[in-house]
């Protein structure tokens, strides 16, 4: 359990997807978590998932990587079917949507540094000085939240491991034995998180950081930038167009 987590962390390799303006990623990403929960058609949302498996192969990272990050998502997949089988909803395409999410929401991880997040979710959130927020705050806030994914994995395992050696078992025993174990996990993991976030904040007032003091490398928009983003916007388009139809 939580052994190599990799989801939220960066791999660093050549790509035509590492190359792209983050802009352009966070864009396609939007546009493709919107459409995911638009359609409730499986075939589209087949169309979608063989996209992100395409682009899984572009973006040069192993592919035991993405099946890591849909493996930790199982129990939550698990839910859902049988909540569908209970209430009779449409598995099939919840579990779609669920798979689409978690692709492509790793692709856009791995192939994306984080002052490069950062400096593209400024862009994207620009727009939101009209109505007086400063968008590298929200940039900086979000950026943050991506970035403690991975580190609250880690404590978690760490957690484990600890509370394992003391003899508490998480595999076996009854409900109530696992509730009592899920207990001792989560009240040290959250304590732990806000004593790393405290430190993070005194590091961060320590080098009297603000909203200006990341340094980014601007990248210029190339035709390869442009092309992917057209061909996300007009599958999405055609997939609605059909999905309307039906």
Not at 58 to 63: F, H, L, Q
Not at 150 to 159: C, E, K, S
Not at 202 to 208: A, D, F, M, P
Request: hydrophobic share 50%.
């Amino acid at each position: 359990m939580l052994n190599n987590i990799t989801f939220g962390k960066y791999y660093d390799t050549k790509s035509r997807l590492h190359d792209m303006h983050i802009v352009i990623k966070i864009i396609c990403l939007f546009v493709i978590l919107i459409f995911t929960y638009i359609y409730r058609n499986y075939q589209s949302l087949l169309f979608i998932l063989i996209f992100n498996i395409l682009s899984m192969f572009m973006s040069n990272v192993p592919i035991k990587y993405y099946l890591k990050s849909i493996w930790i998502m199982k129990m939550l997949i698990l839910f859902i079917v049988i909540i569908n089988l209970i209430f009779g909803g449409e598995i099939i395409v919840n579990v779609l949507q669920i798979l689409i999410v978690v692709i492509s929401s790793s692709i856009f991880m791995y192939t994306s540094r984080y002052k490069d997040i950062i400096y593209g979710l400024e862009i994207v959130f620009y727009p939101l000085k009209i109505f007086k927020i400063n968008p590298k705050k929200i940039a900086f806030i979000l950026s943050l939240t991506l970035r403690f994914i991975p580190d609250i994995f880690v404590l978690a395992r760490q957690i484990l491991k600890a509370q394992a050696s003391r003899g508490i078992d998480y595999y076996n025993g009854n409900f109530k034995d696992k509730v009592f174990a899920l207990k001792c996990m989560l009240i040290p993991l959250v304590i732990g998180s806000f004593r790393k976030a405290s430190h993070f904040a005194i590091t961060l007032e320590l080098k009297s950081y603000n909203e200006n003091s990341i340094t980014r490398e601007k990248k210029k928009l190339k035709f390869y930038d442009l092309y992917y983003l057209s061909l996300n916007v007009v599958v999405a388009i055609l997939l609605f167009i059909k999905e309307v139809q039906l």
